[in-house]
């Protein structure tokens, strides 16, 4: 069983910076691709960004693109998601999703329903 554990959350000043850690384990030599969802008090968990097995490809939502930045490391089984010039509006729960790898195509999608494994969830606040 896939597991991830999201890391790197906490409290930052508007324009500030913040890299998160999402480690899996149970992931064996399996690829997978990865995707960072948020959600906001009293919002509907939102995409944020993807990036695909190899790290080929990332994605990003309109909110974020130009500030965030997705990468990994596969040799340590781990996606990062940088974060800067960040705004109140950043603040969420953010969390880490993953999805194994169902064929040798490089591809990622920033879609909730399209990931099979979720972590518990990071807390990022933005506040002066």
């Known amino acids: 069983q896939l597991q991830l554990v999201e890391s790197g959350g906490g409290l930052v000043q508007p324009g500030g910076s913040l890299r998160l850690s999402c480690v899996a384990s149970g992931i064996g030599s399996d690829y997978y691709a990865a995707g960072w969802f948020r959600q906001a008090p009293g919002k509907e968990r939102e995409d944020v960004s993807c990036?695909?097995?190899?790290?080929?490809?990332?994605d990003y939502s309109d909110s974020v693109k130009g500030r965030f930045t997705v990468t990994r490391d596969n040799v340590k089984n781990t996606v990062f998601l940088q974060m800067n010039n960040l705004k109140p509006e950043d603040t969420a729960v953010y969390y880490c999703a993953a999805r194994r790898a169902r064929t040798l195509l490089e591809v990622c999608v920033r879609t909730q329903e399209w990931f099979d494994y979720w972590g518990q969830g990071t807390q990022v606040s933005v506040s002066s």
């Open positions: 990036i695909s097995s190899t790290g080929s490809i990332a």
